[in-house]
């Protein structure tokens, strides 16, 4: 995501960090390019025009050109900056729960959004709270919508209330608000109905329905890949609805960003989550700051750490730690702690999240096959072999080799990386003596691995001329 935008950004404030000194011009010269950046990134004009007003009215004081280091005070304040026009505080852009239960969030949006499926991933985000979501299916004109919502209800394991769809919206609404009160579950999720294109009569509906339930929250669903579109469809909802903020879908395929940098000053309304891909918990509460810091090439660490203990078992990671420890960490583990990563979402995603290497690694294309070709690999090893690597003589690697549709040569790379990782982790644990609780370079050890394991585009092609046959494609 910003994949372009955070390029231009950081090309443009790399030219500043170079200097010890900065001057008026060359402060004018880094707007000039941010201005630019911004534009290109299809951001609203007047939106780029003021960002680049308020940097330069903070970046030309005599206090800033004068310090002790001006360009990083500079990188600061567009970073100051950048999260203002992307929200600003976390707390207005945090789900607000009524103090009487159930809270009602209703879910508005054109037709094709994304609404049900992000229905869905909203109840399920809720859910991993402790709280007890309940979906109610109120687009009665959309072929199948109901039936589509009661399999993602089933999927994310949330009960859905419907009456049909010969009964009014804002009547299953309010039906579905009282059985939700009767059962004890604390969140109702409203999927309204969508049009190709905001009309009157569509808005007639939403409006009716809202003064029926007085919902707690109003997410206009909008599809980031609109751009500029996207801000307008949300001043059009917004001027009826008074939404109280925004779920941005498809940022994970959204370069340029014009919608996210746009939607918060032109129409005043947080984005309260963005979408970042098809699995319904591809869903991440937004962060002004730490998206600022994304697109910046500064990383994302709280975001990591968080998906980290979503999908990590404690009990296990410490288990993990004593085995690496005491080096008795095998290809078993290897291969259990694979699995588990990519529980967390595309190795490239992760690695963005990380300061300094998503701008290092992102000329290098590493394909989630990378990762199968290697448990390929670990899978056919015998049990014997996987917990005791040093058995892996040279016939054991061929037949090793074969029965993965590998080459002999990537299993040799493969055990001495292995064995290599097992020195490193090792060592950055304190060398296993009593008592060390130093902290895992977890960062280093991913880039080290995704160095080792990815390869140019232009390699990776080759790669796969070489690798006909084999089963992971």
């Known amino acids: 995501m910003f994949e372009t935008l955070s390029e231009k950004l950081q090309t443009a404030l790399k030219h500043l960090r170079g200097k010890s000194v900065l001057s008026e011009e060359d402060v004018a010269q880094a707007l000039k390019e941010i201005r630019q950046a911004l534009l290109e990134a299809d951001v609203?004009?007047?939106?780029?025009?003021?960002?680049?007003?308020?940097?330069?009215?903070?970046?030309?004081?005599?206090?800033?050109?004068?310090?002790?280091?001006?360009a990083q005070q500079v990188v600061k304040i567009v970073n100051d900056e950048l999260t203002e026009?992307?929200?600003?505080?976390?707390?207005e852009a945090q789900l607000v729960f009524s103090a009487k239960a159930p809270t009602v969030i209703m879910l508005v949006g054109l037709q094709g959004s994304g609404k049900t499926t992000h229905a869905g991933k909203l109840a399920n985000y809720i859910r991993k709270q402790g709280r007890h979501p309940y979906l109610v299916a109120c687009d009665i004109y959309r072929p199948a919508a109901i039936k589509q919502l009661q399999v993602v209800g089933e999927q994310v394991q949330t009960p859905v209330f419907t009456l049909g769809d010969k009964v009014d919206p804002a009547e299953i609404a309010r039906?579905?608000?009282?059985?939700?009160?009767?059962?004890?579950?604390?969140v109702v999720i409203i999927d309204t109905a969508g049009r190709l294109q905001i009309d009157e009569k569509l808005m007639d509906e939403l409006k009716r329905v809202k003064n029926v339930v007085h919902p707690t929250e109003i997410l206009l669903v909008l599809d980031a890949m609109t751009g500029q579109?996207?801000?307008?469809?949300?001043?059009g909802f917004n001027d009826t609805l008074d939404v109280t903020g925004f779920i941005l879908t498809k940022l994970d395929g959204d370069t340029r960003g014009g919608a996210a940098l746009s939607l918060k000053t032109v129409v005043n309304r947080p984005i309260k989550f963005i979408g970042t891909g098809e699995k319904f918990d591809a869903l991440e509460a937004f962060h002004p700051d730490r998206m600022a810091s994304r697109i910046l090439g500064m990383g994302d660490v709280l975001s990591l750490?968080?998906?980290?203990?979503?999908?990590?078992?404690?009990?296990?990671?410490?288990?993990?730690?004593?085995k690496l420890r005491t080096s008795s960490f095998d290809f078993e583990d290897?291969?259990?702690?694979?699995?588990?990563?990519?529980?967390?979402?595309?190795?490239?995603?992760?690695?963005?999240?990380?300061p300094g290497v998503g701008s290092q690694l992102k000329d290098v294309k590493i394909e989630d096959n990378q990762l199968a070709r290697v448990e390929a690999m670990i899978l056919s090893m015998s049990k014997k072999e996987r917990q005791d690597p040093a058995l892996l003589n040279g016939q054991r690697r061929r037949r090793i080799a074969a029965g993965s549709g590998t080459t002999v040569q990537e299993v040799n790379r493969l055990v001495t990386q292995f064995e290599q990782m097992r020195i490193m982790m090792r060592s950055m644990m304190g060398g296993g003596q009593a008592g060390s609780r130093r902290p895992v370079n977890m960062s280093g050890a991913m880039a080290a691995a995704a160095g080792k394991h990815a390869g140019s585009n232009k390699q990776n092609k080759k790669n796969k001329k070489q690798r006909k046959g084999f089963p992971f494609r």
């Open 305 to 322: 750490i968080e998906k980290v203990e979503q999908q990590i078992d404690a009990k296990q990671a410490a288990e993990m730690e004593q």
């Open 229 to 235: 579109e996207a801000v307008n469809v949300a001043s």
């Open 44 to 70: 609203n004009f007047q939106v780029a025009k003021s960002f680049a007003a308020r940097v330069k009215e903070r970046a030309t004081g005599k206090e800033i050109l004068e310090g002790l280091n001006p």
């Open 85 to 91: 026009f992307l929200g600003g505080s976390d707390e």
């Open 334 to 354: 290897f291969l259990d702690q694979m699995r588990q990563m990519k529980k967390l979402g595309p190795l490239q995603n992760l690695l963005g999240l990380i």
């Open 175 to 186: 039906q579905g608000i009282a059985e939700a009160a009767k059962l004890g579950l604390d």
